[in-house]
């Protein structure tokens, strides 16, 4: 098949383009009918979120390369002004399309469940004033307004605060005539304020956003003045922190230095009520050093996020997901010693469908157990109040050799972890940041335990963080072993990333930077092989990213030859499927539904001897050359079999699978009727338990 040229740029979609069709698919699913209201408000919300994201990471970086004056570096080749261009095509109609939906769905449905969000022209007499008091009470004591003239410049405003731009007209005590002022609200300020039962004029639970409060009077702020118009705004910042690997000394010391100066980086974009003149948004434009393509008009507040607070304040389980126990392992129910158990062969949970818990109770073992003499543990996200520190903490303290290597730039987790990391040296525990330049970012725990007259090694493995939280809402595999194999790998990598040693030479663990790239590139190519004999080959990969181009160019061979290939993409993928000649023989889909689909796992058929590994890493150049990570490979036969089993599942989901077309547009699920078979709910049903 040598005549194609698998390299063509046009083979490859944009990764900044894939990633907004992701976030228009999770922008979808606020528009399912057949879920429940206030999830439908809050994956609105995570649209937002992730727009805000996209932004701060991804639009900051392609605005550096064009002010650098960086050719593109992607295998699809566009430059990096054509691609800010499409950027604000493509979000000017994701954003159109969440207010929206805001507006003429959610809002409209959320009233007749009675949840009402009022509108200063609906406001009532006694509502107004009582907003009036909570304003001069509650509101106007923490405000500083900032008029603007020559000796009050333009005030530097916080990445993604909520902000009024104000027209005056008039003088005021000094003589000076005020034309701008801005006003910030502090983000001590609640965004959605409740009004007292006794003055809804409705059923049910009525809102008022602070920005409607701060509207109406934002006229007592400049007494003597004429207030002619005002306005919202807010400014996202490019956020990416930026550290020079020769200068760093104490990587910690660094990072907090930088974390310091993220809300003040280079703006990236506007948001702007639609309502506000022409003359004040190139003002605005002007003050933050942007253009038109950075421009984006709002139909309702600029931060639709802030409405995730309805989720917690609405108490309306009908309007919810209903809730579920996560499915526990009939081995690990018995109460027994969590040891003993992983003894006998590996244990394999997937979450959220399986509990988390034996994953806690594992470390929680371990630092009681008088027989444990070593805790290993690498933490990228945990959060703030993580059973798993705590008990890693309580090991340190009783005298356990307990190391944590921590990983202090994971995006946005920064400053919680170097909390975290103080925490654990203050008990004790040896603490480390990896390896500088290379993010570490596989999940391993491993457990020495004295056993007669042995030492033994126990270990788990995940593709997700050991964040309990997230364990309820996104899906991870997680898995217990003993085996001699893996859990001596284990121990090498710990080496490695704890001192200085040559490239670990591992039994069954694939790690990144070293052998995973190659040894994906080996496996593909082995399965094109037996395709080229005449022999089945099969590939099914689920990842959350499918970027690096040389994979991609593997992938595309191996179709060729005429391998059949199913790619489970949740987020950006820049592979393209059904050209001809060429990935004819690929279908990508992606699941979007109620838990965030994160498992990362590959499968190869290998002429009917499957080959299943999991793993940490997905399948972009930052995994394979810039991270620490691991894969590794299902040995027992039974959890082998399960796995394919549920990958097969994943296969048959017409429900909320979306499938990606050559073109790069993904067509919506296909059935919504009695025939709809949803994978989540699918597992959810095998192994879980709803609450009645």
Same mark, same amino acid.
């Given at each position: 098949?040598d005549?194609?040229?698998?390299?063509?740029?046009?083979?490859y979609?944009?990764?900044e383009l894939?990633?907004?069709k992701?976030?228009?698919?999770?922008?979808?699913?606020a528009?399912?009918?057949?879920?429940?209201l206030?999830?439908?408000?809050?994956?609105?919300?995570?649209?937002c979120?992730?727009?805000?994201?996209?932004f701060?990471?991804?639009?900051?970086g392609?605005?550096?390369?064009i002010? !650098?004056?960086i050719a593109?570096?992607?295998?699809d080749q566009t430059?990096?002004?054509?691609?800010?261009?499409?950027?604000h095509?493509?979000a000017?109609?994701?954003?159109? /399309?969440?207010? +929206?939906?805001?507006?003429? *769905?959610?809002l409209?449905?959320?009233e007749?469940?009675?949840i009402?969000?009022?509108?200063? *022209?609906?406001?009532?007499?006694?509502?107004?004033?009582?907003?009036r008091?909570?304003?001069?009470?509650?509101? /106007?004591?923490?405000?500083?307004?900032?008029?603007?003239d020559?000796?009050h410049?333009?005030?530097?405003?916080?990445n993604?605060?909520?902000?009024f731009?104000?027209?005056l007209d008039g003088?005021?005590?000094f003589?000076?005539e005020? =034309?701008?002022a801005?006003?910030q609200?502090?983000?001590?300020?609640?965004?959605?304020i409740?009004?007292p039962d006794?003055?809804?004029?409705?059923q049910?639970?009525?809102y008022v956003f602070?920005?409607?409060v701060m509207?109406?009077?934002?006229?007592?702020?400049?007494?003597?003045?004429k207030v002619?118009?005002?306005?919202?705004?807010?400014v996202?910042?490019?956020?990416?922190?930026f550290?020079?690997? /020769?200068?760093i000394?104490?990587l910690?010391r660094?990072l907090?230095?930088?974390?310091?100066?993220r809300?003040?980086?280079?703006?990236?974009? !506007?948001?702007?009520?639609? #309502?506000c003149?022409?003359?004040l948004?190139?003002y605005?434009?002007?003050?933050f050093?942007?253009s038109?393509?950075?421009?984006?008009?709002v139909?309702g507040?600029?931060?639709?996020?802030?409405?995730?607070q309805?989720?917690?304040?609405?108490?309306?389980?009908?309007?919810?997901?209903?809730?579920f126990n996560a499915g526990?392992?009939?081995?690990l129910?018995?109460g027994?010693?969590?040891?003993?158990l992983?003894?006998?062969?590996d244990?394999?949970?997937?979450?959220?469908?399986?509990?988390?818990a034996?994953v806690i109770?594992?470390?929680?073992q371990a630092?009681?157990?008088?027989k444990?003499l070593?805790?290993?543990?690498?933490?990228?996200r %945990?959060?703030?109040?993580?059973?798993i520190?705590?008990n890693?903490?309580e090991?340190?303290?009783a005298g356990?050799?307990v190391?944590v290597v921590? =990983? !202090?730039?994971a995006?946005?987790?920064?400053?919680?972890?170097i909390?975290l990391?103080?925490?654990?040296?203050?008990?004790g525990?040896?603490?480390?940041?990896?390896?500088v330049g290379k993010? %570490?970012?596989?999940?391993?725990?491993l457990?020495?335990?004295r056993? =007669?007259?042995?030492?033994q090694r126990?270990?788990?493995?995940?593709?997700?963080?050991?964040?309990?939280?997230?364990a309820r809402?996104?899906?991870?595999?997680?898995?217990?072993?003993?085996?001699v194999?893996l859990?001596?790998?284990?121990?090498?990598?710990f080496m490695?990333?704890?001192s200085? %040693?040559?490239?670990p030479v591992?039994?069954?663990i694939?790690q990144?930077p070293f %052998?995973?790239?190659?040894?994906?590139?080996?496996?593909?190519?082995?399965?094109?092989?037996?395709a080229?004999q005449g022999h089945?080959?099969?590939?099914?990969?689920k990842?959350?990213?499918?970027?690096?181009?040389?994979i991609?160019?593997a992938?595309?061979?191996?179709?060729?030859?005429g391998?059949k290939?199913?790619l489970?993409i949740r987020?950006?993928?820049?592979?393209r499927?059904g050209l001809?000649?060429?990935?004819e023989?690929?279908?990508?889909?992606?699941?979007?539904?109620r838990?965030?689909?994160h498992t +990362?796992?590959?499968?190869f058929?290998? #002429?009917?001897?499957?080959?299943?590994?999991?793993?940490? @890493?997905?399948?972009?150049d930052r995994?394979?050359?810039?991270r620490?990570e691991?894969s590794?490979?299902?040995?027992?036969?039974?959890?082998?079999k399960r796995?394919?089993?549920?990958? *097969?599942?994943?296969?048959?989901d017409?429900?909320?699978?979306?499938l990606l077309q050559?073109?790069?547009n993904?067509?919506a699920? @296909?059935s919504?009727?009695?025939?709809a078979?949803?994978?989540?709910?699918?597992?959810?049903?095998e192994?879980a338990?709803?609450?009645?």
């Open positions: 098949m005549e194609h040229n698998f390299s063509l740029a046009d083979n979609i944009n990764r894939s990633l907004l992701f976030n228009s698919r999770v922008l979808q699913q528009r399912d009918p057949s879920t429940p206030l999830e439908r408000l809050k994956f609105l919300c995570i649209s979120t992730n727009l805000d994201e996209f701060e990471i991804r639009v900051g392609v605005k550096q390369h002010e !650098l004056n593109n570096i992607t295998a430059k990096p002004k054509d691609i800010l261009n499409q950027i095509h493509d000017s109609t994701l954003v159109k /399309e969440q207010y +929206r939906v805001f507006n003429e *769905e959610i409209p449905e959320l007749e469940q009675n009402h969000f009022i509108a200063r *022209e609906q406001w009532t007499h006694e509502q107004s004033a009582w907003l008091r909570y304003f001069q009470d509650e509101v /106007e004591p923490v405000l500083s307004p900032l008029g603007l020559p000796a410049p333009f005030p530097r405003i916080i993604k605060s909520l902000n731009i104000v027209q003088a005021d005590a003589g000076r005020g =034309e701008f801005v006003v609200a502090p983000r001590s300020l609640t965004r959605l409740h009004l006794e003055l809804s004029q409705q049910g639970d009525s602070l920005s409607s509207h109406a009077f934002v006229n007592e702020l400049f007494e003597g003045l002619l118009g005002c306005y919202q705004f807010r996202t910042r490019n956020s990416d922190l550290l020079d690997d /020769e200068e000394d104490d910690m660094a907090e230095g930088e974390l310091a100066s809300r003040y980086g280079d703006s990236v974009r !506007l948001e702007v009520a639609d #309502n003149p022409n003359e948004i190139t605005l434009l002007e003050q050093g942007l038109e393509v950075d421009l984006y008009k139909n507040p600029v931060n639709l996020n802030r409405l995730s309805t989720y917690d304040l609405v108490d309306r389980a009908d309007l919810k997901y209903p809730p526990t392992s009939d081995r129910s018995r027994k010693n969590i040891f003993s992983i003894r006998q062969n244990i394999l949970l997937h979450h959220p469908y399986q509990s988390f034996p109770n594992f470390v929680r630092a009681k157990d008088p444990v070593a805790i290993k543990q690498t933490l990228y %945990t959060g703030a109040n993580s059973p520190v705590d890693l903490v090991a340190a303290r356990k050799e190391t921590i =990983e !202090l730039m995006r946005f987790d920064e400053a919680e972890n909390l990391a103080n925490r654990l040296q203050k008990a525990a040896h603490v480390v940041y990896g390896i993010k %570490t970012h596989g999940k391993m725990i457990v020495v335990r056993e =007669e007259n042995h030492l126990y270990a788990h493995f995940g593709t997700g963080n050991y964040h309990e939280k997230t809402l996104y899906t991870d595999y997680g898995m217990f072993t003993s085996d194999d859990t001596s790998d284990a121990h090498e990598l490695a990333l704890t200085f %040693t040559k490239v591992l039994k069954n694939i990144a %052998t995973l790239y190659k040894t994906l590139i080996k496996l593909i190519e082995k399965e094109t092989d037996f080229r089945e080959a099969r590939i099914i990969v990842v959350n990213a499918l970027v690096e181009p040389q991609i160019e992938l595309y061979r191996a179709s060729a030859e391998v290939i199913q489970i987020g950006i993928c820049c592979l499927p001809p000649g060429i990935s023989n690929i279908e990508v889909r992606s699941i979007v539904g838990f965030l689909e +990362r796992v590959s499968y058929h290998n #002429n009917g001897d499957p080959k299943v590994y999991c793993s940490s @890493a997905d399948w972009m995994n394979f050359f810039r620490v691991i590794w490979p299902i040995k027992d036969f039974v959890i082998r796995i394919i089993s549920e990958l *097969e599942t994943y296969l048959k017409n429900r909320q699978a979306w050559a073109d790069g993904y067509s699920p @296909a919504f009727g009695k025939n078979i949803s994978a989540q709910q699918t597992l959810l049903n192994h338990r709803i609450k009645i």
